[in-house]
C-alpha cells in the first residue's frame, strides 16, 4: 500500500474514523438526574447501533483508504470498493442522525409515558464523526483542495544517464591527450626533415539530441498502458510519487514504476520535473 497516493480528503476520513472509534466507547444515553454512579451503556453495548453507525462508518472509511492507496484496488461483483466505502459512510450518517431523534429505539413508547433518555455523549460525537466523514468521502473527488497529495514526496537523487557509458578519461579511447590541443587530431608520424603536410579540415557535425532521462510525479491518478499499445491499463501512477521517464514517444512518456514495470503514459500534462 502507498501511503504517498493518500490525499488530503483520505486523511480528514481517516481523522473521522478515529473520533467515531473513540466516541464508541462514550455513552450513547444521557438521563436527567442519573447519579454520576449509574452505569450508562456505550455503543458497544447495543447491537444495532454499534453495527449501523459505528462498525459501518469505520468499515467505510477502511474501504476508501485502501482502495486509494492500492495501485490496482480490487474489485467486489465487479465494482471498486471506493463506491462501497463511501456508501457505508453515507448510511453510518442517516443512522447517526435517526439514533439523535429517538435514541430509545421506541422503547419511551412502551405505556403511558412519552418520556425516554436523550442522547448521550457517545450518541452525538458519534454523528458528528459520521457527517464529516460522509462529507470528505463525497467531497474528495469534487474538491481541488481535498485532491492534493496528504504526503508530499522527497526530492529524488539526480538519475545516472539511462544505459549511460562512463566518461572517457586519461588512456581511454577517444580521451583528452595532456598537451593536445582541444579538437585537434593525433598527428602521424613522419620522416624526420620532411615537410609538414597539412591535415584536411573535417566539418563539425552537431550532435542529435538525445533523451534523458528525469524523475516526474503526476498531479491526479493516471493510467500506464503497456509498450505495445493494449488499451488495457497495467498500472496507475498516483500523486505524491516519484516515477522515472526513460524513453519519449512523441508527447507521451515511457515511465517506470518503483516495482520495474515499464509502460507507456499518454496525458503527461502538469506533471512536475524532479
Known sequence: MNIRSLTRGDGVVIGAAVLLFIASFLDIYSIDGAPDSAELPNAWGSAPLLMSVFLAGIIGAALIVVARGLPQAPKVAGLDLGPFGVAFTVFAAWSALGNIFDPAGGANNIGESTAGPDAGIGAILGLIATLILAGAAIATPLVPALKAALVGAPRPAAPQPYAGQPQGGYGYPGAQQPGQPYGAQPQQGQPYGAPSQPQPQQAQQPAAPEFSP??????????LFAEDGSPTPIAELAPGTWYLAVEQRGAALVAQTQDGRRGVLQDT??????
Open 214 to 223: 528525469f524523475w516526474f510525479a503526476v498531479p491526479v491518478q493516471r493510467p
Open 269 to 274: 500534462s502538469g506533471i512536475q520535473r524532479g
